[in-house]
C-alpha cells in the first residue's frame, strides 16, 4: 500500500540551527502539507503547496519556514534558525485532490 | 475564528462496547476529517464528511450539517481501537489541507 514516508523521525539540534526535514509523499498525489504538534497540544496546519508554489499558509508559517520540491519526489520542510518553540512532532501529508489525506508517521523535533 | 470542539476529552470503554465520540464546529467549516492518532504519533485518516454517514468496517460516521455536529461510532470495541481520535474541519474556501483540528478524544479500551 503506498504512503507518506518521512525522515528522519527524531532530530535534534542546538537552537539557532537550520534544520529540513524530509517527506517522500505518495506518488501521484498533487498537494502536500505540513502539520505540526507540540507536546500535549492540538495538530495545527502549516502550509499547504501545489504546482511548486505556496498554496496556503498559516500564520505559524512565518520567514523562519520555507519549504520545498527539490525534485519529483521530495518535498522539505526547513527551518532557518531554529527556536526552543519549535520543538513538535512535523507532520507530513498528501493527497491526489479532494479526498484521501495521507499522513506521514512524522519527525520528532527537538531543539536543545 | 474557526474551531473545532470534541468530547469527551478521554474515555474508558470496556472491549465489546459501543463508543460515540462526539465533535461540535463553527460556521465556516465545509467538511470535516476523523483521524486516528495511534500512541506512537502516527496520524491515519479515517474519513472525510460533508453529509450523511460513512462506514468502514466497525466504524461509523455521521455529519448533521445544520446542527454542525458529526459523530464517530465504534461498534464492537475492541483493545487495538485504544488511539486518540481527533476531530478536524476543513476550513471554507481554503486548501484541502488546510484543517482546524480538536484536542483529540483519547480511548482506552480494556480487554
Known amino acids: 500500500e503506498p504512503e507518506v514516508t518521512q525522515t528522519p523521525s527524531h532530530q535534534v539540534t542546538q537552537m539557532g540551527q537550520e534544520v529540513i526535514l524530509r517527506c517522500v509523499p505518495i506518488?501521484?498525489?498533487?498537494?502536500f502539507y505540513w502539520y505540526r504538534q507540540i507536546l500535549g497540544q492540538k495538530v495545527e496546519f502549516l502550509v499547504s503547496?501545489?504546482?511548486?508554489?505556496?498554496?496556503?499558509k498559516s500564520e505559524i508559517f512565518d520567514d523562519q519556514f520555507s519549504v520545498e520540491r527539490p525534485d519529483g519526489s521530495n518535498f522539505t520542510l526547513k527551518i532557518r534558525s531554529t527556536k526552543l518553540e519549535d520543538s513538535a512532532m512535523y507532520f507530513c501529508?498528501?493527497?491526489?485532490?479532494?479526498?484521501?489525506?495521507?499522513f506521514g508517521s512524522g519527525t520528532q523535533l527537538s531543539v536543545l | 475564528k474557526n474551531e473545532v470542539e470534541q468530547s469527551p476529552q478521554n474515555l474508558t470503554a470496556q472491549e465489546g462496547e459501543f463508543i460515540t465520540i462526539n465533535c461540535s464546529y463553527s460556521?465556516?467549516?465545509?467538511?470535516l476529517h476523523w483521524l486516528q492518532q495511534h500512541p506512537g504519533g502516527g496520524i491515519v485518516s479515517l474519513f472525510m464528511?460533508?453529509?450523511g454517514k460513512k462506514k468502514h468496517g466497525r466504524l461509523i460516521a455521521t455529519i448533521n450539517i445544520q446542527e454542525k455536529h458529526s459523530s464517530l461510532h465504534i461498534t464492537a470495541s475492541h483493545p487495538r481501537d485504544s488511539a486518540v481520535y481527533i476531530c478536524?474541519?476543513?476550513?471554507?474556501?481554503?486548501?484541502?489541507?488546510?484543517?482546524?483540528f480538536g484536542k483529540g478524544t483519547k480511548l482506552s479500551v480494556k480487554p
Open positions: 501529508a498528501s493527497s491526489e485532490f479532494v479526498v484521501g489525506l495521507f
Open positions: 506518488s501521484n498525489h498533487l498537494y
Open positions: 503547496f501545489y504546482n511548486n508554489e505556496i498554496s496556503e
Open positions: 460556521v465556516g467549516i465545509s467538511a
Open positions: 464528511l460533508s453529509s
Open positions: 478536524a474541519g476543513l476550513n471554507y474556501g481554503g486548501s484541502q489541507g488546510n484543517l482546524i
